[in-house]
């Protein structure tokens, strides 16, 4: 199950789903994790431990035929979008199985398949490629959103500004995802950011902007709603601010200690959005039996993808000079 | 080409109009959009749109027929919207992006160089990128005898910095026939294709059009003239110089082959070798700058591969090392002329 089930059928499987989806983007990186403390040569990745509710609310929101546009730290939301684990891995691997062949690595993971338009590492340049998508779905005459995901680092690019300006111009069916988590590498929001908090920005553009806590997927989930519905309704873009903390560094070998304190490391993880979201579930009377056999699924699934990944061909001396240009297909 | 083809005269803005039309025609997901593409956006309620049509008005006229849905006047903001025709052209669309002048590449160089040229690649081959990149360059070229052209800012060549990246393919037209061919070339292609646009051949380059579709193949040079004593290599509007400069020389007996080099990325060196093979002479004639120059690759790629056809040292032909001057009579200085060439040959043949 890598879509989320249609809203009709929500409650029991939708939630299912984002804690099936949480679960496993946080395996997924820990077990990265552990594969880079091991020395297993994976290349430079960026964790999203800790941000999950905002990838998983965002794209519980989202139907397959619509469009994400990802940052630099965006494994998680290739899975809540629905990329399969296995090439995800093997990708980090470098093997011929992955994602991209093994010529893009974790900072350009895509699968347009799923319409995931790619993991960017040029700070804010993914969100006008939402924009794109979304003009290309209304010229195309369908229904189809896009999602621009971004930090609250980007917020200081141009580009970001460009794109939120075009978007509110031409009422495209945009939502703009800020994952506020405090930090652009070492520089703190307050420092770096000349406003209270991100959403302010989206009275500049005519359009609504919300902050939400981005430790509660249902909080996500509910200002995503809103804004997909928006959008889809033809009702133009909106600005949605996740207040979230990633738990590790800005990437692998980061010591975030000299930046930011242990007190305040302690206390973002006491808002643990997988522990909250799985306290709702039992709230809400789901067996813990159940819940357990998600996360024993999740771990089967790492299992397997790293399986893949060690024992997936490397890519072959002619993929250096493929695909530099695109063949005509005609 | 046969002799019944339906051909007129066109200027090479009309042609390139005429290659964006015929190809909006054919396919509903082309689209245009850019800086005053059309003009007047949103005024339609006063009866008013098309005000202005791009730089060379070479998209004049298409709104009117493909409205405001397909031709896109954008906001000042070369980085998003280049970005959104690289999200569009992933997703479904053919865009067609007009950059008002190649000097303001450096407003949106990363969409360019790090996401459209590197995407097909970098993703694995997964996703096509069929975007087509316009943008007006060079001098204007008018002859003054005072007062200037439009200086440093906006009279750049730089499509060396474009051609560097690989991935990109760059393709200089320098007249209304090819023009037309290479765009509706660049438009079917289904990777990124910069066409570069000389300004002063907007209007001034005017020729025979065949009416009908046909594509000149991108990564081909063209031998535009036969000369067997050197070989004058010329790009965009220097094509023109090395055709003035190659009369010139027959009116002193030198005979001159020019090759039309079209298309800088992939460049077509097989024209080019086989060229210098028969006249053991090269001279390349550049209007940008020289250093990290197309010229000066040219040259190293005929050294490299050509070396034993070669009778005398090559020679580039170059915009001097500096910026573009505003004053007429400083610019006039600038840009390599006949002259130079047939001196640059003087050189050669001793």
Not at chain 2, 209 to 215: H, K, L, R
Request: glycine share 10%; proline share 5%.
């Amino acid at each position: 199950m890598t879509s989320p089930p249609s809203p009709s059928r929500l409650d029991r499987d939708l939630l299912l789903w984002m804690y099936e989806r949480m679960g496993l983007i946080r395996e997924f990186e820990e077990r990265l994790k552990t594969l880079v403390e091991r020395g297993v040569p994976v290349g430079p990745v960026h964790f999203y431990s800790g941000q999950e509710a905002v990838a998983v609310g965002v794209c519980a929101a989202l139907r397959p035929e619509d469009w994400i546009a990802s940052t630099h730290r965006g494994h998680g939301h290739c899975i809540a979008k629905g990329v399969d684990v296995r090439p995800m891995m093997a990708e980090l691997y470098g093997k011929a199985t992955g994602t991209n062949r093994g010529k893009g690595g974790s900072m350009h993971i895509t699968d347009v398949r799923v319409g995931m338009l790619g993991v960017n590492p040029i700070v804010g340049m993914g969100v006008p490629h939402a924009v794109g998508a979304a003009l290309s779905a209304r010229v195309r005459g369908t229904d189809e959103v896009a999602v621009a995901f971004f930090g609250e680092g980007a917020t200081s690019m141009g580009v970001v500004h460009e794109a939120m300006n075009m978007a509110a111009v031409w009422s495209l069916p945009v939502v703009f995802v800020c994952e506020n988590n405090g930090y652009a590498q070492a520089t703190p929001v307050e420092y770096a950011v000349a406003a209270d908090r991100i959403s302010d920005r989206a009275a500049a553009y005519r359009m609504p902007g919300v902050t939400v806590d981005g430790q509660d997927v249902l909080a996500v989930l509910e200002a995503a709603g809103e804004a997909v519905r928006r959008g889809r309704a033809g009702d133009g873009p909106s600005l949605v601010e996740c207040m979230t903390y990633r738990y590790h560094g800005h990437h692998q070998g980061d010591e975030t200690l000299r930046y930011r304190t242990a007190d305040e490391e302690r206390t973002a993880r006491e808002r643990d959005c997988l522990r909250r979201f799985r306290e709702v579930l039992s709230a809400q009377g789901f067996p813990v039996a159940e819940i357990d056999g998600i996360d024993v699924r999740n771990r089967e699934r790492l299992d397997e993808a790293i399986a893949f990944a060690e024992s997936s061909p490397l890519p072959g001396p002619e993929q250096l000079l493929a695909d530099v240009y695109v063949e005509s297909r005609s | 080409m046969s002799t019944e083809v339906a051909t007129r005269e066109l200027t090479f803005s009309q042609a390139i109009n005429e290659a964006l039309r015929q190809a909006m025609r054919l396919d509903p997901t082309v689209i245009v959009m850019g800086e005053d593409v059309a003009g007047a956006a949103g005024r339609a309620h006063l009866g008013l749109s098309d005000a202005w049509g791009g730089p060379l008005r070479a998209t004049r006229g298409l709104i009117g027929e493909f409205g405001p849905q397909r031709v896109i006047d954008t906001p000042i903001s070369e980085m998003g919207f280049v970005g959104a025709a690289v999200g569009a052209a992933m997703t479904g669309l053919r865009p067609v992006v007009e950059i008002m002048f190649a000097d303001l590449i450096g407003c949106c160089y990363d969409q360019i160089i790090n996401q459209a040229a590197k995407m097909h690649y970098m993703m694995g081959g997964q996703v096509d990128l069929p975007l087509v990149i316009r943008t007006a360059y060079g001098m204007h070229g008018f002859k003054r005898s005072y007062g200037g052209g439009a200086a440093a800012q906006h009279s750049q060549t730089l499509y060396a910095v474009l051609a560097h990246v690989p991935g990109l393919k760059v393709v200089v037209p320098s007249t209304a026939y090819n023009a037309k061919g290479l765009t509706l070339a660049a438009i079917r292609d289904n990777g990124p294709v910069v066409v570069m646009e000389h300004k002063f051949l907007g209007s001034a380059a005017k020729g025979p059009v065949p009416e009908g579709d046909y594509v000149i193949p991108i990564g081909k040079a063209e031998i535009v003239r036969r000369g067997t004593d050197v070989t004058l290599c010329g790009i965009g509007r220097m094509t023109h110089v090395c055709l003035e400069a190659a009369e010139l020389l027959a009116s002193r007996g030198t005979s001159a082959e020019v090759v039309d080099v079209l298309t800088l990325a992939p460049l077509d060196e097989a024209t080019i070798l086989e060229s210098v093979a028969r006249t053991h002479r090269l001279v390349v004639v550049d209007e940008d700058t020289p250093t990290a120059s197309m010229a000066r690759d040219i040259a190293a790629r005929v050294a490299d591969k050509g070396f034993d056809w070669l009778d005398g040292p090559i020679k580039t032909v170059t915009a001097p090392e500096a910026p573009v001057p505003f004053a007429a009579v400083l610019e006039a200085l600038y840009a390599p002329q006949a002259a130079n060439v047939v001196a640059a040959v003087d050189e050669i043949l001793g």
